[in-house]
């Protein structure tokens, strides 16, 4: 299907104003107001919730691999959930994890 200039431009210019309105609704609504202290508290969870939903499709279905599962990525995976329960440091697991991937590829070829 091929779309004209106009319709394109459309579409561009329809999802940057939803983009300004989803962001001003936090920053120029509420930005200046103290938030309740339940939101907060939810919304510490956010980076714990996004996180794994950028990374398991990365283990579990990686382009490298055509798809298919592989041990390095579950074994630097599950190093990397270890050392984060273990020291409950962000840091030291995802650097954990980076070097497991990095030697369990280098080991497996």
């Not at 989803?22 to 609504?29: E, P």
């Not at 103290?34 to 939810?42: A, C, G, K, S």
């Amino acid at each position: 299907m091929s779309y004209s200039t106009a319709e394109i431009w459309t579409t561009i210019a329809l999802v940057a104003l939803g983009t300004y309105l989803i962001r001003f609704s936090f920053i120029g609504l509420i930005g200046g107001r103290e938030l309740p202290t339940w939101v907060l508290r939810h919304l510490r969870y956010t980076p714990v919730a996004v996180l794994p939903g950028l990374v398991a499709p990365l283990v579990l279905w990686p382009d490298a691999t055509g798809g298919a599962l592989d041990a390095p990525r579950l074994i630097a995976a599950a190093v990397t959930v270890l050392l984060g329960v273990m020291f409950k440091n962000m840091m030291l697991a995802i650097l954990g994890g980076a070097t497991t991937l990095f030697v369990m590829l280098m080991v497996a070829g």
